[in-house]
């Protein structure tokens, strides 16, 4: 079973930078997925990226592509998502999350932490 810890997050202004990381424990697999949703208010949590942690290929969404990286620490156990050109549409809580498999869905570990983007 797989634990993890976030941090970061916070309040910046529009065109910012934030680096919210997240820290995994216990055995991960080949197929071990992790990655970051998010959910604004009054909207559905959405997808924003993933990273594979064995051989670290990525994907993102199409609304944070080429603003956001994520990328993992294998030393660290720690995953990053460093988000460049923040919008004010990006103001969520983001949630760190995990999937087995290429097809898995993505479940977040419940914490959360605030984004929020000031115009």
């Known amino acids: 079973q797989v634990q993890a810890g976030q941090s970061g997050g916070g309040l910046v202004q529009a065109g910012g930078s934030l680096r919210p990381s997240c820290s995994a424990s216990?055995?991960?697999?080949?197929?071990?997925?992790i990655g970051w949703l998010r959910q604004a208010p009054g909207k559905e949590r959405e997808f924003v990226a993933g990273?594979?942690?064995?051989?670290?290929?990525?994907n993102y969404a199409g609304s944070v592509e080429g603003r956001f990286t994520i990328s993992r620490d294998n030393a660290k156990n720690t995953v990053y998502l460093q988000m460049n050109s923040l919008k004010p549409e990006d103001t969520a809580v983001y949630y760190c999350?995990?999937?087995?498999?290429?097809?898995?869905?993505?479940?977040?570990w419940g914490q959360g932490t605030q984004v929020t983007v000031s115009s």
């Open positions: 999350a995990y999937k087995i498999g290429a097809l898995g869905r993505y479940t977040d």
């Open positions: 990273i594979r942690w064995s051989s670290g290929t990525t």
């Open positions: 216990g055995r991960t697999s080949s197929s071990f997925y």
